[in-house]
Structures are given as C-alpha cells and as structure tokens.
C-alpha cells in the first residue's frame, strides 16, 4: 500500500511539473518582460487599426526602473453582445511579426487558391497561443481563413475571407512599423 501512494504521489508530482514547464514553454517575451517582479512597468496601447471585428495594437511595454523597453502586437475582438460579451485578447511578440506576416503572405498567394482531397489545417503559432491560419473543407471544396486569440479559449475564433485576410496583412504591415 506504501508503494502504490509512493508511486501515485511521484505521478502526480512528475505531472504537475510537466504542466509548470509547458506553461513557462509558452508564455511569450512581453509576457515575461511585463511579469517582473520588483519593477515599475509602463504600458502603452498604440491603435494601429481593424479588420472584421479585431481591433489592431501595439503594446509598448516599458521598465521605468532598468530603463528598458519592448513591444508587442496585441490583437482584441468582443464575443458576445450586452451583458453577455466579453473581450478576447491575444498577441505576438515584435520578433514573430516577420514570420506572421510572410506565413500569411504564403497562406493568401498560394495555399488559398489551392485544393486538397482531404481536410486540410494550415497554421501559425505564436509563443503566446495567438493563432492563425486557414483549414480546407472538402464538403465546400474550400479553404476558410482564421485567428485563434487564445490557445485555451474556443470562443477567442474569429473566421475570416481572402479579403479580410488582406487586411489583416496591412493593419500588420502598419503595425510593424509603429514597433520599438
């Protein structure tokens, strides 16, 4: 009987580490940066603009103590109307724009005009969970474009057409060059 809780309270140690380790995985550096304990940090929401429903910003993250500074690109959209809405946020950090922005370029030149003969998934990831991308739907014979706000919140989609696509690479494009 020992062994047996030995061996459970070992499995459940060994769990939850590996849960502590995924989660520092997956935070991302403005995340880390804001997080700091015993500093003073400023943060600053710059509009950059829209597309479809989300809302386009830099986040300009500053440590009034060590005097240093970063940024990210934050990305919000309401779910919901009146007293059942809520706002779902996401973001990229500065040193994954490029890739974002030359993975959707690819997605909009030549996987969308594309098919396949089977479902099809196509995406981006970002350290911090921010999804995007386009999945191929072989009942439509069709690709549809998305974002994913949140890894762990299924309501944070937001599906998008070729078109919003576009204009979702040009709020980016103006967003990178509003970066510090």
Avoid: H
Avoid at 38 to 64: A, C, P, R
Avoid at 133 to 146: E, L, S, V
């Amino acid at each position: 009987m020992k062994k047996f809780l030995l061996i459970v309270a070992l499995g459940a140690m060994s769990a939850l580490n590996g849960y502590a380790q995924d989660k520092t995985l997956s935070q991302s550096k403005a995340d880390a940066f804001s997080a700091k304990a015993g500093t003073l940090i400023e943060k600053e929401y710059i509009n950059v603009g829209k597309f479809k429903t989300v809302e386009v910003q830099v986040m300009v993250l500053k440590d009034l103590t060590a005097s240093t500074k970063t940024s990210a690109i934050r990305f919000l959209t309401t779910v919901g109307t009146g007293n059942n809405s809520s706002i779902k946020g996401g973001a990229v950090d500065a040193d994954e724009l490029d890739v974002l922005i030359k993975s959707l370029k690819q997605i909009q030149s030549s996987i969308l005009n594309s098919s396949r003969t089977n479902y099809t998934e196509v995406s981006f990831k970002s350290r911090s969970g921010f999804e995007t991308g386009c999945y191929y739907r072989t009942d439509k014979k069709a690709w549809a474009a998305f974002i994913k706000l949140s890894k762990i919140d299924p309501n944070s989609m937001v599906l998008m057409t070729s078109d919003e696509l576009g204009q979702m690479l040009t709020v980016l494009e103006q967003a990178k060059t509003k970066l510090v």
